[in-house]
């Protein structure tokens, strides 16, 4: 397979293109040549300000297969991760049965083998992730598991924690938790505070989340190895991994790219759509959390891709579960935030995600594979005809987006939307 990408402006640090705008001929899965013009007569992909990066890689989804395919299969959430301009796509373990076996992971990685879209699995860290017996991780690992956590579960067992932090040393491994206090959040819909008190709703303290990530640096303090917090939510969050990082402590974080562009308030209407976990907080939280991706507090941007169906979420608030489909819309809303400084935030679902699970990071050069995410700043609605997954709970769906993903190239082929 043969072709060609004109006048695409190359977004890659790495590269010696980095800025220019070049055609890219792609022959076989290799780039072939990099030039500012190449005569070519087989199939060419251009578009109106086009832009070309490393493929993107999403740290945090949960295609919901095996066990729950009628809300996500590892197809149709593939379709949604390369509509959404996603090349990689780190998977969560909270499926049936949780992926905690060499056969779990296996599932996966026989997939990557015919997928444009390449599924990376995080290994459960507790059987079933009940947060009571530890996993043989080191067998995970050496199966292929890429990070090791309860996923939609925070790692609550004090002990669990810290034995998963001794042990992932052997062989230098990431544990992601979420932080939470599940104790604290029991019964809770939205955010604890005035918005949750007029909608009548029990809340869901931003005290949970700095309970749980003040134990977990305690342990990681005293038992070193490599943490990742995900889903930051809250300003108190925010300040305490700032303060663990300037102590040294090898401590990292992600935010929901959504988390940057709603708060409770966004809730008035009892929006299912809006109700997820973490839940959105205050004005001032998402300022903070805005900030801290500026000043590179904040070490990658994730979807949260939390697909539902109807029957999850056509319900009252209070008996409506958790999340929303959030893939294809990422860059649209990352547009929306950050406007013309979007591009700046590239590395956050590019390079640093691949350097914290040890991926390979490709690059934009003649003679290496191609892996690719080609992009614009056009306007496109999410709706019946553009979305990809059988999910159609997003607070976005039926609205228009500013920032397309114009295809991927990955793992030899070329997908385009």
Known sequence: ???????????????????????????????????????????????????????????????????????????????????????????????????????????????????????????????????????????????????????????????????????????????????????LTAFGHMNEGKASTILGLKGMPTLAEAVMIERDLKLLEYAGGRLHFSLISTKEGIELIKEAKSKGLNVTCDVGVNYLKFTDEDLSDYDTNLKVNPPYRTESDREALISAVKDGTVDCLVSDHIPQDEESKKLEFDLADFGSSNQQAFFGVLNEVFGKDAEAYIHLFTVKPRELLKLPTPSIQEGQQACLTLFNSDAWQLDAKTNKSKSVASPFFGKELRGKAIGIVSNGQLILN
């Open 1 to 183: 397979m043969e072709f060609l990408i004109r006048s695409a402006q190359i977004i890659d640090k790495h590269s010696p293109f980095h800025q220019f705008t070049k055609d890219i001929l792609i022959s076989d899965g290799i780039i072939k040549r990099i030039d500012d013009k190449v005569d070519f007569d087989g199939q060419v992909v251009s578009a109106d300000g086009l832009k070309v990066s490393i493929g993107w890689i999403d740290m945090r989804a949960h295609y919901q297969d095996p066990g729950y395919e009628h809300k996500e299969d590892l197809e149709s959430g593939s379709a949604t991760a390369a509509a959404g301009g996603f090349t990689d796509v780190v998977v969560l373990p909270n499926t049936q049965p949780v992926t905690s076996s060499k056969n779990s992971i296996s599932y996966y990685l026989k997939w990557n083998k015919t997928s444009a879209v390449q599924l990376h699995p995080m290994a459960a860290v507790s059987l079933g992730c009940e947060g009571k017996e530890l996993t043989e991780m080191i067998d995970l690992h050496t199966a292929g598991a890429v990070a090791f956590g309860d996923g939609l579960r925070p790692i609550w067992h004090t002990d669990i924690m810290l034995k998963g932090l001794q042990y992932l040393q052997k062989f230098d491994g990431l544990l992601m938790n979420k932080p939470e206090d599940e104790m």
